[in-house]
């Protein structure tokens, strides 16, 4: 009989409660594997392609297999109206859409953002397509409840690496269009008052925020944060001359 305790790699990697538990190893079949240590064990998913290293009817992923289905269908009928998730469908890609959560969550751990990028990416295109091509509005909704939270993560991700090559600009644009497009679901969907609907919006807002902390000041933020403290303290000469540079600036423009 096989040995398959795995009591030796537990030992040697403890479980610790107060933090998410996730390292990257290389494979037997020397592709990287990403480890999420539970207190009960040990969940292993593949680091590329679908997480549990399946293939579904032979593709990649279920939503690429569905989403060649609607083509097909398309091309057949001449029309998606004839394309519908059925109930095993839905149950398929729901499955799939949990395993890329649990990897996103680890990529994010580890730092990995072009990982919580992509994974959330793939994420984002079952919910379009669910709510596209499912009959019921509570089959759509039990995954789109979820689009907050989801391009949250995908923004966040996308900020911390438009932070890493100073793309302030990038940064700032990806967080107002979110906030945009979340603040446009909770609308649609009547969650404006919800405390649970706005959480995502302020760590939006935070990571505005430090955006706009490690922004490069201009001349003219510069000039204009002087100003307003030299009017403050009553230096009105010094404010004169504050005011000035600010008209030659804006005429230099």
Same mark, same amino acid.
């Given at each position: 009989?096989?040995?398959? #305790?795995?009591?030796?790699?537990?030992?040697?990697?403890?479980?610790?409660?107060?933090?998410?538990?996730?390292?990257?190893?290389?494979?037997?079949?020397?592709?990287?594997?990403?480890?999420?240590?539970?207190?009960?064990?040990?969940?292993?998913?593949?680091?590329?392609?679908?997480?549990?290293?399946?293939?579904?009817?032979?593709? /990649?992923?279920?939503?690429?297999?569905?989403?060649?289905?609607?083509?097909? @269908?398309?091309?057949? +009928?001449?029309?998606?109206?004839?394309?519908?998730?059925?109930?095993?469908?839905?149950? /398929?890609?729901?499955? &799939?859409?949990?395993?890329?959560?649990?990897?996103?969550?680890?990529?994010?751990?580890?730092?990995?953002?072009?990982? @919580?990028?992509? #994974? +959330?990416?793939?994420?984002? &295109?079952?919910?379009?397509?669910?709510?596209?091509?499912?009959? /019921?509005?509570? =089959?759509?909704?039990?995954?789109?409840?979820?689009?907050?939270?989801?391009?949250?993560?995908? +923004?966040?991700?996308?900020?911390?690496?438009?932070?890493?090559? =100073?793309?302030?600009?990038?940064?700032?644009?990806?967080?107002?269009?979110?906030?945009?497009?979340?603040?446009?679901?909770?609308?649609?969907?009547?969650?404006?008052?919800?405390?649970?609907?706005?959480?995502?919006?302020?760590?939006?807002?935070?990571?505005?925020? +430090? @955006?706009?902390?490690?922004?490069?000041?201009?001349?003219?933020?510069?000039?204009?944060?002087?100003?307003?403290?030299?009017?403050?303290?009553?230096?009105?000469?010094?404010?004169?001359?504050?005011?000035?540079?600010?008209?030659?600036?804006?005429?230099? /423009?």
């Amino acid at each position: 009989m096989a040995r398959k #305790d795995i009591s030796d790699v537990l030992n040697d990697w403890p479980f610790d409660p107060e933090s998410l538990n996730v390292r990257r190893i290389q494979g037997d079949d020397d592709q990287d594997k990403i480890q999420l240590r539970l207190d009960l064990g040990l969940l292993q998913m593949e680091a590329d392609g679908r997480p549990d290293g399946e293939r579904p009817y032979d593709f /990649e992923n279920a939503l690429i297999y569905y989403q060649n289905e609607l083509e097909r @269908v398309v091309e057949e +009928t001449g029309s998606e109206k004839n394309f519908t998730l059925d109930s095993e469908a839905l149950a /398929e890609l729901q499955q &799939e859409s949990i395993q890329y959560y649990h990897r996103y969550l680890c990529f994010s751990e580890l730092n990995d953002h072009k990982g @919580v990028i992509r #994974d +959330t990416k793939h994420n984002l &295109e079952v919910l379009e397509f669910v709510e596209n091509n499912s009959v /019921e509005e509570d =089959e759509a909704w039990s995954f789109l409840q979820y689009y907050p939270y989801i391009l949250m993560m995908n +923004t966040q991700a996308h900020v911390q690496l438009a932070l890493e090559t =100073e793309s302030f600009e990038d940064a700032m644009e990806r967080i107002e269009q979110s906030l945009q497009l979340i603040r446009g679901f909770n609308e649609k969907w009547g969650l404006k008052e919800s405390e649970q609907s706005q959480r995502e919006i302020q760590i939006l807002e935070e990571w505005k925020a +430090t @955006v706009l902390n490690k922004r490069p000041v201009s001349k003219y933020d510069q000039l204009q944060a002087e100003l307003e403290e030299a009017v403050e303290l009553e230096k009105y000469e010094r404010a004169a001359q504050l005011r000035d540079q600010i008209e030659h600036l804006q005429q230099q /423009e």
